[in-house]
C-alpha cells in the first residue's frame, strides 16, 4: 500500500512538448511538495501547498503549473518542455509541525523526465 | 542566502563508525532532518532534531547544536548496504524545507 505514488516512473519527450507528472497521497497529510533533483543530485523545492493552497513558488519558471484537486493529489504541468528541464522530479508530503514544514517528509518513488 | 554545508563524500569499512557533518545558514530554524536515498531510490527519512542534543534511532544517531549552527548523523556498526547519499535538510519554516547537496558514503568490505 504505497504511501506517496507518481506517475509515471520514466518520460522521454522532445524539446517544446507538454507534460504533467501526477502525485497521490494516502497518508492524510496536510501538506505537498514538489521537488527536482539534477544530474548531480541536489534536491530543490520547487512549490509547497497546503491544504490544496499554493505556499511556496521557488522562482520556479511559470512553465510549471502545479494543480491540486485535494488534499491527495497534487500534479505537476510542464509547458514548453527545455533540456534544462531533465531532472528527476519528486513529490512528497507531510504533517505540519513547528515551522510548518513537518519533520518528516514522505516521498515518492520519482519521475525521472529526460528531454530530447 | 540560505545554504546548507556537508562533505560530498565519505568512504569507510564494513563495521565502522562514520559521522556526516552538516553546518547551516539559514534565515529562520526549527529544526534539522537527515535523509538517505540509494541509487535510482527515493529519499526516506532518517531522524529529526528540534532540540540541542543527541536523538538514537538504532545504528542511526543524529545531533544538533543550535547555538554552533551544525549537526552531524552518525552512523555505527556499518553495513555495506549504508553505501548511499545522506542528506541534511533544515525546516526554515513556511513550509519550506532546504536540503544539503548530499554526502555520499561508501562503505568498504
Known amino acids: 500500500d504505497t504511501a506517496v505514488s507518481q506517475t509515471p516512473k520514466y518520460l522521454v519527450t522532445q524539446m517544446g512538448n507538454d507534460k504533467s507528472i501526477k502525485c497521490e497521497q494516502n497518508l492524510g497529510h496536510d501538506t505537498m511538495y514538489w521537488y527536482k533533483q539534477d544530474s548531480k543530485k541536489f534536491l530543490k523545492i520547487m512549490f509547497s501547498?497546503?491544504?490544496?493552497?499554493?505556499?511556496i513558488n521557488e522562482t520556479v519558471p511559470n512553465r510549471f503549473s502545479p494543480k491540486s484537486p485535494d488534499k491527495a493529489h497534487l500534479n505537476l504541468h510542464i509547458n514548453s518542455l527545455e533540456l534544462g528541464d531533465s531532472a528527476v522530479y519528486f513529490c512528497?508530503?507531510?504533517?505540519?509541525?513547528?515551522?510548518?514544514?513537518?519533520?518528516?517528509?514522505?516521498f515518492g518513488p520519482g519521475t525521472r523526465l529526460t528531454v530530447l | 542566502g540560505q545554504s546548507l554545508e556537508q562533505p560530498s563524500e565519505v568512504t569507510a569499512v564494513e563495521g565502522a563508525i562514520v559521522q556526516i557533518n552538516c553546518t547551516y545558514q539559514?534565515?529562520?530554524?526549527?529544526?534539522l532532518s537527515w535523509y538517505q536515498q540509494h541509487d535510482g531510490g527515493a529519499p526516506t527519512f532518517l531522524s529529526y532534531?528540534?532540540?540541542?542534543g543527541l536523538e538514537e534511532t538504532g545504528r542511526f544517531s543524529s545531533f544538533l547544536s543550535r547555538s554552533d549552527s551544525y549537526g552531524y548523523l552518525l552512523l555505527q556498526e556499518l553495513q555495506m548496504k549504508d553505501s548511499a547519499s545522506y542528506f541534511c535538510a533544515a525546516n526554515t519554516g513556511g513550509f519550506k524545507t532546504i536540503f544539503g547537496a548530499g554526502t555520499r558514503l561508501f562503505v568498504k568490505a
Open positions: 532534531n528540534a532540540l540541542d
Open positions: 539559514t534565515s529562520g530554524f526549527y529544526g
Open positions: 512528497a508530503s507531510s504533517q505540519p509541525g513547528p515551522g510548518l514544514a513537518g519533520e518528516q517528509q514522505y
Open positions: 501547498y497546503n491544504n490544496k493552497e499554493l505556499i
